[in-house]
């Protein structure tokens, strides 16, 4: 069995690998927010929002890890773009959610759907590798 050290090492070694094949197919989801006018700040906005629900400025500054100047400027961004708006809260009139408009859920599902795309170095595994880092993979969170 591996001590500590040789255990941190090799950890190491799989986290530089993992991050670096983030990096190499960052052009390509680049390219996806590019084709859908959208920044990474917007696209983070959209996955947050839905069409229905809505979500408050306050909840959506605690789940960004920001102030409520930053998600109300988020906010307008989207709402510039048309697809987010502000509703009066049901229940608390002096609350605002915001809700997806029809476009903003059309984009945040094409989004999606694109992020989700198989990046073609994948496929580029055997099958056998591919599971066994299926398996490994689904023991991290997220």
């Known amino acids: 069995m591996a001590d500590d050290s040789d255990k941190t090492t090799v950890a190491e070694q ?3 690998s993992m991050f670096g094949f983030i990096m190499h197919t960052r052009p390509r989801r680049d390219a996806v927010l590019a084709e859908l ?3 990474p700040t917007e696209a983070k906005a959209l996955d947050s929002l839905d069409g229905e629900t809505g979500r408050t ?3 959506l500054a605690a789940e960004w890890s920001c102030d409520a100047s930053t998600a ?3 906010v307008d961004r989207l709402e510039r773009l048309h697809m ?6 049901p229940q608390d009139r ?3 959610l ?4 029809p476009l903003g859920v059309t984009t945040k599902n094409e989004m999606t759907r694109e992020m989700n795309t198989t990046p073609p170095e994948l496929l580029d595994l055997d099958e056998e590798d591919l599971r066994a880092l299926r398996a490994l ?3 991290l969170p997220g």
Do not use: C, D
């Not at 987010?84 to 809260?89: G, I, M, V």
């Open 72 to 74: 109300t400027w988020t």
């Open 94 to 96: 002096r609350v605002r």
């Open 137 to 139: 993979l689904s023991r």
């Open 14 to 16: 799989v986290w530089r």
């Open 84 to 89: 987010a708006e502000r509703r009066p809260h």
């Open 57 to 59: 400025m306050k909840e």
């Open 37 to 39: 006018g959208l920044t």
């Open 98 to 101: 915001v809700v997806l408009t």
